[in-house]
């Protein structure tokens, strides 16, 4: 499993604006079936590769606008010290 960090935003119908947005941890081996698991059936998206190599989805369902970024954590090539 890889992990990720999630933010899903969510748009203001009229304004475009952003109106809330969350972060969470997930662990997934594919983002596009995590995704497909977490919007309504008659959502349609578009998926972007962010050149910092995010994968983003815009997500509209009934005119709602969403978009969910995924970042793969990088192991880290030494352990953190539990002191610092």
Known sequence: MKR????HEMYDK???ESTSSQ???IETENVDEYLKSQIDP???YKK???E????IFEVTTFGLKERYVFTEYEPLDTPLDPLL
Not at 4 to 7: A, S
């Open 48 to 50: 972007l590769d962010s």
């Open 42 to 44: 008659a959502s349609t």
């Open 52 to 55: 910092e190599g995010s994968v």
């Open 23 to 25: 972060t969470k941890d």
């Open 4 to 7: 990720y960090e999630l933010l």
């Open 14 to 16: 009229e304004t475009g």
